[in-house]
T-cell receptor, first 113, second 114 residues
Framework: NAGVMQNPRHLVRRRGQEARLRCSPM?????VYWYRQLPEEGLKFMVY????????ESGMPKERFSAEFPKEGPSILRIQQVVRGDSAAYFC???????????FGSGTQLSVL | QQQVKQSPQSLIVQKGGISIINCAYE??????FPWYQQFPGKGPALLIA?????SEKKEGRFTISFNKSAKQFSLHIMDSQPGDSATYFC?????????????FGTGTRLLVSP
């Protein structure tokens, strides 16, 4: 049973470009969470999605950031017009149910030049 | 009020010693307190978790101590091993917003010397 798969592992973008981060949850998991980790800081909640629905996006910046989890395919975190401050590790996590164990992927390290 | 404060920032322990990491919170609505272990280049992995209806939980060499009145909880690693060298994060969440919407501490980098 493969774990939570994130790709790419590393993504380099220039300021103003778009970044697309992908997350395939564990098999049988329909709940996906995105967290962001800045250097020397803990993880910060961004968004919680179930299939085709955004449940809680209270941690996601209102502008330039969006997330989706379509019926088929991976969850996507999209950052438009990236700025240097977007440089961080972005972690996806999945769970089978709301109160069940959360499994994290290995993250995507985004670097904005 | 949503913060979880973690200390120390880094910790060096000799092999066989006890590693202790502390966390404090303000929001009394928090009712789930997990600890995560993260190795370089990997995502965090759940180590052990506690609910506020108990004061201590032990799993192998790992123990969480919870003090509800002081709003503090700590992780104790007994007989620390070099393989325990990692970054440890405490976290907290509440049932009414979802247990997996976690507020993380800033992490403790543990180094266990051989």
């Amino acid at each position: 049973n493969a774990g939570v798969m994130q790709n790419p592992r590393h993504l380099v973008r220039r300021r103003g470009q778009e970044a697309r981060l992908r997350c395939s949850p564990m098999k049988g998991h329909s709940h996906v969470y995105w967290y962001r980790q800045l250097p020397e800081e803990g993880l910060k909640f961004m968004v919680y999605l179930q299939k085709e629905n955004i449940i809680d996006e209270s941690g996601m910046p209102k502008e330039r950031f969006s997330a989706e989890f379509p019926k088929e395919g991976p969850s996507i975190l999209r950052i438009q017009q990236v700025v240097r401050g977007d440089s961080a590790a972005y972690f996806c996590a999945s769970t089978r149910g709301v109160d069940e164990k959360l499994f994290f992927g290995s993250g995507t390290q985004l670097s904005v030049l | 009020q949503q913060q979880v404060k973690q200390s120390p920032q880094s910790l060096i322990v000799q092999k066989g010693g006890i590693s202790i990491i502390n966390c404090a919170y303000e929001n009394t609505a928090f009712d789930y307190f997990p600890w995560y272990q993260q190795f370089p280049g990997k995502g965090p992995a759940l180590l052990i978790a506690i609910r506020p209806d108990v004061s201590e939980k032990k799993e192998g060499r790992f123990t969480i101590s919870f003090n509800k009145s002081a709003k503090q909880f700590s992780l104790h690693i007994m007989d620390s091993q070099p393989g325990d060298s990692a970054t440890y994060f405490c976290a907290a969440s509440m049932k009414n917003t979802g247990f997996q919407k976690l507020v993380f501490g800033t992490g403790t980098r543990l180094l266990v010397s051989p």
